[in-house]
């Protein structure tokens, strides 16, 4: 007779309905413990690495943009100072300051983004609204600095494409100001609230030494209590003058115990912590030109002459973005390119989070490492003892989840 | 407002499918749902299976393994539907033009009735494109309606 396992399997995906894009993941559940997981993913792959070396680098910034739209300016960022440093240019410190200003912008609307979904994960809609509303803010920020919502296109070989004015700089200053305010209200929704906290704490646990083993990067490393970051570790661009410190949540709330609520306090104070850079950066913009050639033939024809090879890092909201790109001599194009995405390298981590978690856990966890892949659709329970199968959608996860929630605030 | 719409009858339910899009649509089209620009209090609503949907949204171009995926959450959608696409991309492929892994633009695999070009389109611009696709329901609706009437008149027709 075969043996029996007691344990079944729940897959997930590719398809749902929200926020993110499609993944599949595969569950092996007992009872309403995980035990184990498979990940299957490649429903978005575009092949873009492949379209780049169809273009040449003032061409695959848009492409580039066009990885994620959520930290989109990351990966032009990543790209072209890989590009400038196989050609050797010079970016202006001014442009090298906006880039910053833009970079971290960017990371506020990424980290109330990613407040918010937690929140609608845990239930807590109204909370959703509001950090969703004030994401807003940031968001007309970015139009008005660079034309666009998202996806800014401010980025150039060399430079950026728009300068910040007094005016901008002012919109920026009085943005700053009322993120200021609302941050206390944020902490005081998110730390200081007792059903957040009963419904994050100790859930989806990375230890520092998993963090370390699966080569977590980001928030995620750093809500374990790995003090790593890009912008303190190989400062670039503006950071060299700033002195960025990585936030542990250690230096918080006194503690660090790797969950869930720890990789939201961190994402939290990252908000304060970019405010303040943001405001650093304003004090100490150069005056100077924004960008090194700003004639495209020019530097096209710059480029086609360039021969070398250009790796780059930078810190993504979700972690180090690395990119790896050669020119050679009399090709127009680029002639490789590698991309590496934080996301990529946080995946791992879900391996020894989801180890015992429970079912009504799983999308909070997959959550919180901010992957560009969160919600779930189509779950299947297939009980292997009974041989039926059930479908659970992801509106039925959420409500597993939510009705945790309720059952721990009663 | 779509011509001769006056006042939406009823709700419009939609489902959002991402076939390979690089997540900046699928953020606007959240966004909609937010105080900013709210689309509920017009009744439309986002809906997580596409059995529940009058309206399937997609975006992205559709990525190898997705097209079939598409084509059969498609057939779930319940008829009168309708399909609308946001973004350049799913549209016309957008940046993605010649890529080796995408089974083409939405419409070559499913039908569509509504696309709205930008990369990514303004939340306005998206409520416009809903709108259109409103109208065009509702007179499917209606279309449907009056054949019924129109055949049940004919019946009576005959009886007498
Ligand atoms: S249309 Fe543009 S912004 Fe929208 S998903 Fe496609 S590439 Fe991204």
């Known amino acids: ?410 | 407002m779509g011509k001769g719409l006056n006042s939406f009858e009823r709700a419009v339910w939609v489902y959002h499918l991402n076939t390979g899009s690089c997540n900046a649509c699928d953020i606007e089209i959240v966004s909609l749902l937010t105080p900013r620009y709210d689309v509920e209090r017009f009744g439309i609503k986002l809906v997580p299976s596409p059995r529940h949907a009058d309206v399937l949204l997609v975006t992205g171009p559709v990525v190898k393994g997705m097209d079939e995926r598409a084509r059969r959450i498609y057939e779930q959608v319940p008829a009168p539907k309708a399909v609308i696409v946001v973004g350049t991309c799913g549209t016309d492929h957008g940046v993605f033009y010649s890529s080796y892994n995408t089974a083409g633009p939405v419409d070559q695999v499913i039908p569509v009735d509504v696309y709205v070009p930008g990369c990514p389109p303004r939340p306005e611009a998206i409520i416009e494109g809903v709108v259109k696709l409103w109208a065009k329901l509702e007179s499917q609706r209606r279309g449907v309606q009056e054949t019924a009437e129109q055949d049940a008149a004919g019946k009576e027709g005959v009886a007498l």
């Not at chain 1, 503690?255 to 650093?280: C, H």
């Open chain 1, 1 to 410: 007779m075969a043996e029996y396992s007691y344990s079944y399997k729940i897959p997930v995906g590719p398809v749902h309905p929200g926020l993110k894009e499609p993944i599949h993941l595969s569950f092996e559940i007992e009872g309403e413990e995980v035990v184990n997981l498979d990940i299957k993913t490649g429903w978005v792959h575009r092949g873009i690495e492949y379209l780049g070396l169809q273009r040449n680098p003032i061409q695959v910034i848009y492409l580039a943009e066009r990885i994620c739209g959520i930290c989109s300016v990351c990966h032009a960022f990543c790209f072209a100072r890989a590009v400038e440093s196989a050609a050797g240019i010079e970016v202006p410190l001014r442009a090298e300051y906006i880039r910053t200003i833009i970079a971290e912008l960017e990371r506020i609307h990424s980290h109330i983004l990613w407040a918010g979904v937690a929140a609608h994960l845990m239930g807590f809609d109204s909370l959703f609204y509001y950090t969703w509303r004030v994401r807003e803010e940031v968001m007309d920020v970015l139009e008005y600095l660079t034309g666009n919502r998202v996806n800014y296109g401010i980025l150039a070989i060399g430079g950026v494409r728009r300068d910040i004015t007094t005016d901008g700089a002012a919109k920026i200053r009085e943005n700053l100001e009322s993120y200021l305010g609302l941050f206390n209200r944020l902490v005081e929704a998110f730390v200081e609230d007792p059903s957040v906290r009963a419904r994050t704490r100790d859930i989806g646990v990375l230890t520092r030494e998993e963090a370390i083993e699966t080569c977590a990067v980001g928030p995620t490393a750093r809500a374990s209590g790995v003090a790593t970051d890009v912008r303190q570790d190989q400062p670039y661009c503006a950071y060299a003058d700033l002195e960025v410190k990585a936030i542990t949540p250690e230096a918080i709330t006194g503690e660090t115990r790797g969950d869930v609520f720890d990789k939201a306090v961190v994402r939290l104070f990252e908000i304060a912590q970019s405010i303040e850079i943001i405001e650093k950066c304003l004090e100490g913009l150069p005056e100077g030109k924004i960008s090194a050639e700003d004639k495209l033939p020019r530097l096209l024809n710059q480029l086609k002459k360039a021969s070398g090879e250009g790796i780059s890092s930078i810190e993504a909201p979700r972690g180090e973005d690395y990119h790896y790109v050669r020119l050679e001599e009399g090709e127009a194009n680029v002639t490789a390119w590698k991309v590496r995405a934080p996301t990529y390298a946080n995946i791992p981590s879900w391996f020894p989070m989801m180890k015992g978690a429970q079912i009504a856990d799983i999308p909070l966890i997959v959550a919180s490492i901010d992957p560009c892949i969160s919600c779930t659709d189509r779950v299947t329970v297939v009980d292997r003892k009974k041989g039926t199968t059930t479908v659970l959608t992801e509106e039925d996860l959420r409500r597993l989840c939510v009705e945790k929630t309720r059952r721990m605030l009663r």
